[in-house]
């Protein structure tokens, strides 16, 4: 049990470092997103490549979102995978590791963002990692590929129309499995 909650620790001290790595003044200064009139915190840019983007928009989750499949997405996301550190407990973007990330992680509770990403872009995020920001890939090095859609088929379930976006506003926007049909 010792070990494990060491090298637990440790794998999270690595991702931190590497995000400060990631996070410093000259990687954000070459981010083509950061010099582009902060597209980056455009809900409506995507962080796949766009040349890329049809091929990550037909990938097919073949997570079924089950309460045992939610159960374990989150345990992933909150534990062994490390989302939380940046994406925050609650997926809101607000995770230690994440303040003061140029562009921010994600805010998984903004029912906008539901209805613009697919499954397939966030589990191509997930396993390619995001260019312009400090999400790197986590699978398979982290998670393994199959883990990866647990993940993302949890956090399409932390919003859902009607709930308030991250100013506080109700939305009414597409629902969560919508958006990954």
Known sequence: MKRTILALGSVLLVFY????FLTSTEVRQMSPQNQAGGKAFDL??????TELLAEAKALHNPVKPTPENLAKGKQIFTSTGACYTCHGVEGKGDGPSGVGLVPPPRNFTDPRFHGLR??????????????GTSMFAYAPQVISNEDAWYVVTYVQTL????SPDSAGNQMTGSSPTAASQ
């Not at 697919?118 to 260019?131: K, N, R």
């Open 17 to 20: 470092l590497i995000t400060l």
């Open 44 to 49: 409506s840019v995507p962080r796949v490549p």
């Open 118 to 131: 697919t499954d397939g872009e966030l589990y191509w995020v997930v396993t390619h990692g995001s260019p």
């Open 159 to 162: 919003s859902t129309p009607g």
